[in-house]
């Protein structure tokens, strides 16, 4: 997270930030597997773990569907991250 851009049109292009409907990632549940942090796909409404997992489903899903924005799944955490801008946004 060295370079901090700030926005782009993927993430200007959310509206209302899509929350996890379920606080587990739905990948590792089915594998049995576990997680470190949740991200909530914005085109999709999915949550899976983040890069700290050991199966970083969240950027496997977003390279794998070409949907660009995710969000934060933490309790208190309220920003969006663009896996092609590598942008980050506040809301
Ligand atoms: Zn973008
Ligand atoms: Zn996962
Ligand atoms: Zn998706």
Known sequence: M??????CSHIEAVGTVTQPAARVCEECVMIG????HLRTCQTCGGTRCCDSSPNQHASKHARGSGHPVIASAEQGERWLYCYPDDSFGEY
């Open 33 to 36: 597997s576990r997680w470190v």
């Open 2 to 7: 060295a370079t901090k851009r700030k926005g």
